[in-house]
């Protein structure tokens, strides 16, 4: 699989595209805003008009879009990577997405003779740059033997979690845990700040005790500077947690963290803060940017 075609060179696309590049890959380009694909076409990624350009040319296809219905238009489409990618071929969906669509996706595909992987990723800007991502897969194990070579030039940590829509529900858990510490996180620096300490005094004590995680070490130190440069943009946080939120309730559990966190960035999102990174949730407690 020496021909890649890539979908979405957004905040965490682009540099995993650029990853792939830089091992020696050919990659093929398509993005809404051609723009966007700069950097990617003056290191040598080749831009491609639509989707049915790029998927009749592939060994994979990778998509790293925005939501679930951009999933479904690139996939599902008449003209679609189901109905151009050609049989034995692999597409493997990395955009954080719905469990459901998942597995619609696989289901139609094998119908196609056609591999598929849904692989969301956790890690933020940071990973997507190192290469560093966790990458957790759902769908056929010899699939995912075939996208491993793949998946280590792009992350760190890569498990098969089980058969289609694994791997979305899996991020579901990821981002569960995600929320409630932000809220943790972002309490945590407004003590701080009232009890008049220095805050990277104390991140320096509490980042190597219990209260350690990777939104304390990665996040904090951007709130510090006022830095709200989306690793992961609020809105994309969101719908994440609605989906979280529509599988619980199918699952008939509540969650009430959840419930809470989604209120808040919310509250940001209707502030006209939904393509800041999600360490802005300090502005929740009256910090102006």
């Known amino acids: 699989m020496k021909r890649i075609g890539f979908v979405g060179t957004g905040v965490m696309g682009a540099s995993m595209a650029l990853n792939l590049l830089r091992a020696g890959y050919e990659v093929l380009i398509y993005t809404r805003t051609k723009a966007k694909a700069r950097k990617l076409l003056q290191e040598g990624a080749v831009w491609q008009e639509d989707i049915k350009q790029l998927a009749e040319t592939v060994d994979v296809v990778i998509t790293m879009v925005g939501y679930p219905s951009d999933v479904e238009e690139l996939y599902l489409g008449e003209y679609g990577i189901l109905a151009t990618l ?11 997405s719905s469990p459901m669509l998942a597995k619609k996706i696989a289901n139609e595909a094998k119908e196609a003779d056609i591999d598929v ?3 969301p990723v956790s890690g933020g800007d940071v990973g997507a740059k190192n290469g560093s991502l966790t990458i957790m897969v759902g769908g056929d194990e ?7 070579p793949l998946f280590e030039r792009l992350g760190q940590n890569v498990i098969l979690q089980g058969a289609a829509g694994s ?3 899996t991020k579901m858990v990821n981002q569960i845990a995600i929320a409630s510490n932000m809220i943790g996180v972002t309490e945590a620096i407004v003590y701080a700040e009232a009890a008049g300490l220095n805050p990277e005094r104390v991140l320096a004590s509490i980042s190597f005790g219990a209260a350690q995680s990777w939104s304390l070490s990665n996040l904090a130190p951007r709130v510090f500077k006022n830095d709200f440069t989306p690793g992961f943009f609020i809105k994309h946080f969101i719908k994440d947690m609605r989906i979280a939120l529509d599988e619980a309730n199918k699952m008939a559990i509540d969650l009430p963290g959840l419930k809470l966190a989604e209120k808040m960035y919310q509250t940001l999102a209707d ?3 939904s393509e800041k990174g999600t360490q802005a949730l300090i502005n929740y407690y009256s910090r102006q940017i």
């Open 86 to 96: 050609k049989p034995g071929k692999l597409a493997i969906d990395m955009t954080t």
């Open 117 to 119: 992987l849904d692989a």
């Open 142 to 148: 010899a699939a995912f033997n075939k996208a491993k």
């Open 167 to 169: 791997g979305q529900h």
């Open 271 to 273: 502030q006209g803060l």
